[in-house]
């Protein structure tokens, strides 16, 4: 019985609470940080805007101003790079990744089931995650201005200074800020993390993700022995923070019961439901537990005492024979078919260690030509722990692209049909390197490698398996570029010798496809659409997603067009506005569709 609230309700709760949700950055305790929001809300720097309570660094606002601000940047695809471009579900991305977060933003809005990342640890090698490449430290004091707030010179030379922390918080909090808005409802992120930003990081994820999304803080062991080198303890651990978008609805999925656990249940009197093991059904300690005293169906007496379970369900098991009494105890029979698995704990010490990655690394490429890669097992530990079959999965620091191999593995073993994305900065390989001296010249160009040659060897391995699914092994390639479209010149640039340059306003370099992924990404919808093209009275015509949307980026259309697409009912229609031959053209294209198919609606680029 429940004691019914009178009065009418606390609205202004409810609205913080449903700002809580939209920016749990912005709730404190309760309390809504007005000025914070004030600066969540603008796409300028707001003068005045104090931090307050939390976690505070020299270029937080900025970092918030960052992740609000557009940007003019798209994504070209490249066919020659890609591996089953029409058909494939998966995405690998070469670009920075805040830019490539901001530019898919609204294609995949509440659509990531799980992110994972590992990104820099920060470990003080004088080096910065910027815009488009890892600085030097020179090269970076040299692009900015190295002062605080208030005008001090900040010498950016220990770990306690903006250079060392406050620019690592900056580049992680903007891109976790968009990142956030990216996972479905029931979403959640890992992030892998050492000691040098772990108390850092988990308070930047209490501001992005609000500190109630907090899920668990694994210790992962990632090496096996002791360093008797080292100087005070010798590190074999490392950590993955772990977020919900709303801990509410994210469910943990258990994990399979391994070999040794499973030997623990017998079946000593045949029974015909298979193996059990016995488990007290009486209260012990601190468990707590009902009071009564209880009879079974064959009249056994049993004094009062705490039950772990209610005297209805203790009776229900009794008449379903799975109850054992043993002298003056009586204990249930927990059968391994009714086990739903093993609850994830916050120690992994039984998955592999990073020696086990650089040996895969070595399996698949013969040398060790990547560093720091993770271990294929680790990864698919957590997608099991977080996604079921038909998930999308976001790695937007991907390195050598563990986690699309770990993808590939787990799809070809329970037959899922996860899509992976793959981000990854083109960063230069050093030329000493064993990498280097494999012919790769990029980190993009390790990670691209390594996925289609994991394919080959999921492929085989599915092979023994006997399974007939058709499994995914490939992916669409997508490099950051700036917009296809010129950008429109200023009144005050235009005269008589430029006139006529932007009649056409896409760049030259530029193809169809490029100009359809960039309307694809505009109108929010998802990379990996079925896109045909056909031939239409002599016009290519690409049909994305059968009906989805229509586009034609030929010149001189007319009605004639129009009455032809129109028997398709296509949802969108994307045309040149420089498209048409004359004015007339374009109106009576218009008036036709309407005519034939009023539910269209038609774009011009």
């Known amino acids: 019985m429940q004691k019914l609230k009178l009065g009418t309700k606390n609205l202004a709760n409810e609205n913080i609470q449903k700002l809580a949700n939209i920016f749990p950055n912005v709730v404190k305790e309760g309390k809504v940080d007005f000025e914070l929001l004030k600066q969540m809300l603008s796409d300028y720097l707001i003068d005045g805007c104090k931090e307050r309570y939390g976690l505070n660094w020299v270029g937080k606002r900025e970092s918030i101003l960052r992740?609000?601000?557009?940007?003019?940047?798209?994504?070209?695809?490249?066919?020659?790079?890609?591996?089953?471009?029409?058909?494939?579900?998966?995405l690998y991305i070469e670009g920075d990744n805040f830019e490539v977060l901001k530019i898919i933003q609204e294609s995949y809005l509440n659509s990531i089931k799980m992110i994972y990342i590992d990104p820099p640890y920060n470990t003080g090698k004088d080096f910065i995650y910027k815009d488009n490449f890892k600085k030097s430290k020179v090269e970076y004091e040299k692009e900015i201005e190295a002062i605080d707030e208030e005008g001090v010179k900040l010498y950016k030379n220990t770990d306690s200074n903006g250079h060392f922390h406050s620019d690592w918080l900056s580049m992680m909090s903007e891109r976790l800020l968009i990142a956030r808005d990216l996972l479905k409802e029931d979403g959640v992120i890992f992030i892998s993390i050492d000691d040098n930003e772990v108390h850092n990081l988990r308070h930047l994820c209490d501001e992005v993700f609000g500190e109630g999304n907090f899920v668990a803080n694994v210790v992962w062991a990632r090496k096996r022995g002791r360093d008797n080198s080292a100087k005070w303890f010798s590190k074999s651990h490392e950590y993955v923070l772990v977020y919900a978008k709303n801990k509410d609805k994210f469910v943990v999925n258990f994990l399979d019961l391994d070999e040794e656990t499973k030997k623990a249940y017998k079946n000593p009197d045949n029974d015909s439901r298979g193996s059990y093991r016995l488990l007290a059904v009486w209260a012990r300690g601190t468990q707590g537990g009902v009071e009564y005293d209880f009879t079974t169906k064959d009249g056994q007496y049993f004094s009062k005492r705490l039950w772990l379970f209610s005297k209805e369900n203790l009776e229900r098991m009794d008449k379903e024979n799975k109850l054992v009494i043993k002298g003056d105890n009586i204990y249930r029979k927990l059968f391994l078919f009714e086990n739903k698995g093993k609850i994830p704990e916050t120690i992994w010490s039984d998955v592999s260690n990073a020696a086990n990655a650089s040996d895969e690394i070595k399996n698949i490429f013969e040398k060790i030509i990547f560093d720091t890669p993770k271990p294929i097992p680790f990864i698919k530990r957590i997608l099991q722990i977080s996604t079921s079959k038909n998930d999308i999965i976001l790695d937007f620091f991907s390195g050598s692209a563990t986690t699309a191999h770990a993808v590939m593995e787990l799809n070809a073993e329970?037959?899922?049909?996860?899509?992976?994305?793959?981000?990854?900065?083109?960063?230069?390989?050093?030329?000493?390197?064993?990498?280097?001296?494999?012919?790769?010249?990029?980190?993009?160009?390790?990670?691209?490698?390594?996925i289609i040659r994991a394919a080959e060897k999921v492929k085989s391995k599915k092979l023994k398996m006997k399974s007939d699914k058709e499994f995914d092994f490939g992916f669409r390639y997508f490099k950051v570029d700036s917009s296809n479209f010129k950008e429109p010149k200023d009144i005050t640039e235009i005269d008589q010798t430029n006139l006529f340059e932007?009649?056409?306003?896409i760049k030259p370099d530029r193809n169809d496809l490029d100009l359809l992924f960039e309307v694809i990404l505009n109108l929010g919808l998802e990379?990996?659409?079925?896109?045909?093209?056909?031939?239409?009275?002599?016009?290519?015509?690409?049909?994305?997603?059968?009906?989805?949307?229509?586009?034609?980026?030929?010149?001189?259309?007319?009605?004639?067009?129009?009455?032809e697409l129109a028997e398709h009912k296509p949802l969108k229609i994307v045309l040149k506005d420089s498209s048409f031959k004359t004015d007339s053209d374009k109106i009576n294209f218009e008036e036709t569709i309407k005519e034939l198919s009023p539910e269209t609606v038609i774009w011009v680029v």
Not at 502 to 505: K, L, P, R, V
């Open 67 to 90: 992740a609000n601000t557009p940007i003019n940047k798209t994504l070209r695809p490249v066919k020659e790079k890609s591996i089953d471009f029409e058909n494939t579900k998966n």
């Open 414 to 450: 329970d037959g899922g049909e996860r899509q992976f994305i793959m981000v990854q900065i083109p960063e230069i390989v050093d030329e000493k390197s064993e990498a280097y001296k494999a012919g790769y010249r990029t980190i993009c160009d390790i990670g691209r490698e390594r």
């Open 502 to 505: 932007d009649i056409d306003n």
């Open 527 to 563: 990379l990996t659409l079925k896109i045909e093209t056909k031939k239409i009275l002599g016009k290519k015509v690409y049909f994305v997603e059968h009906n989805s949307l229509i586009a034609c980026f030929d010149d001189e259309i007319d009605e004639n067009l129009a009455k």
